[in-house]
């Protein structure tokens, strides 16, 4: 066995307040004890590091490895996935030495990406994947410049899975199509969206019984389901259904909020992408419709965001990073959440500690622990 003692001044636990002279403990690369000094133990043989602060490595909750370079999601369709797939084992890297441990993945290339991390092929973080994005046909992760077979073909060339699907039967066999791919979790498209071109954020996507029969499916293969929500009616039928997880949740209300809580749902804000979509996203390719519906998204996000943190929803880190080269800038989100009302040991929370939740029973045992400064 080999043993390492990383003492610190200072030690962040993810929840609760600081330690002074914490000490944390790997024994095969797995923590087992985090604490303060005089309560560790003395493993046999055990070196020692010593630094000034220690945290446990972050959750990135809501990103997408897909390899394309510009603001217009489109580009993926005339990108080969093998060049996509290069750069993507980059990003991984991006993301872990930014402190980034964990991400999970919510459309993309990231199931065969977890497994080249597994293999020790790459080197990344730990990838909790959905495989594609569950979406009905028009939906939000349909392709709107395309005819509908080529788009399904499309998506299956470049994530591995067709995942356009109408009906209750035709969505519980998406979801088996996502397991197929090893999909820890399920991404579904409940709203209208922003990068999409002719749908309503507002609007709801998927009725209540093909809603209802992907979180049965899910469920019943102890897998959580995470839903893509703008728009207050997509978000309570998710949460209607038994959806886990809110991403966005740009036009939440005390209402949804309220109803989020009750039904222990989790939000996903991705306050990130809506920022550097409106500073950056136009001079990198982002379309004129993207624009127009992600100003309407960016003025209300702030305010249904500062909502759920007055009343208490529970929150977890994510960007909605998807372009490649954006991989690293994770962390701006904890000052976005900051900004929102957190205090930072709150949004410090969002990253660690409530990063596992977003993945139901396929969450790990045990946290994974990065050093927030250079050893001395």
Request: charged share 20%; aromatic share 4%.
């Amino acid at each position: 066995m080999t043993a390492t003692r990383i003492e610190a001044k200072r030690l962040i636990p993810g929840r609760g307040q600081p330690i002074d002279n914490g000490l944390v403990i790997l024994e095969d690369g797995v923590i087992s004890f985090a604490g303060a000094v005089a309560d560790g133990p003395i493993p046999e043989g055990a070196g020692t590091t010593t630094t000034e602060t220690v945290m446990p490595g972050m959750w990135e909750c809501h990103g997408h490895f897909i390899g394309t370079h510009s603001a217009n999601i489109s580009e993926m369709h005339t990108l080969r996935p093998q060049l996509g797939a290069m750069r993507v084992t980059a990003d991984a890297r991006r993301a872990l030495d930014a402190g980034f441990t964990s991400v999970r993945e919510m459309g993309g290339m990231g199931s065969f990406l977890a497994r080249a991390i597994e293999e020790g092929q790459v080197i990344g973080p730990n990838v909790y994947a959905s495989g594609s994005m569950l979406s009905m046909t028009a939906g939000h992760g349909d392709e709107h410049g395309m005819d509908l077979d080529f788009a399904r073909v499309s998506m299956a060339r470049q994530w591995g899975e067709d995942a356009i699907c109408d009906g209750a039967d035709e969505c519980r066999a998406g979801v088996r199509r996502m397991l197929l791919l090893g999909a820890k979790v399920i991404k579904i498209h409940a709203s209208g969206g922003v990068m999409s071109e002719l749908d309503d954020p507002q609007l709801p996507q998927f009725s209540k019984a093909e809603l209802e029969a992907i979180v049965d499916e899910a469920t019943r293969m102890e897998r959580l389901v995470g839903a893509h929500c703008h728009g207050k009616r997509g978000i309570m039928a998710a949460l209607e259904a038994g959806v886990k997880t809110i991403e966005h949740g740009t036009f939440l209300d005390e209402e949804a909020a309220d109803a989020m809580i009750e039904n222990d749902a989790i939000l996903v804000p991705t306050r990130w992408i809506l920022e550097y979509l409106m500073t950056e996203g136009e001079k990198n390719g982002m379309p004129e419709y993207a624009r127009v519906k992600g100003q309407v998204a960016s003025q209300n996000h702030a305010a249904a965001l500062a909502i759920a943190v007055d009343k208490g929803v529970k929150i977890a880190l994510g960007t909605d990073i998807w372009a490649t080269g954006l991989w690293g800038r994770n962390g701006e989100e904890l000052a976005y959440m900051v900004e929102a009302g957190l205090t930072p040991l709150q949004a410090i929370e969002t990253a660690t500690a409530n990063g596992p939740d977003t993945s139901g029973r396929r969450r790990p045992r045990a946290g994974n622990w990065s050093q927030a400064s250079t050893p001395t």
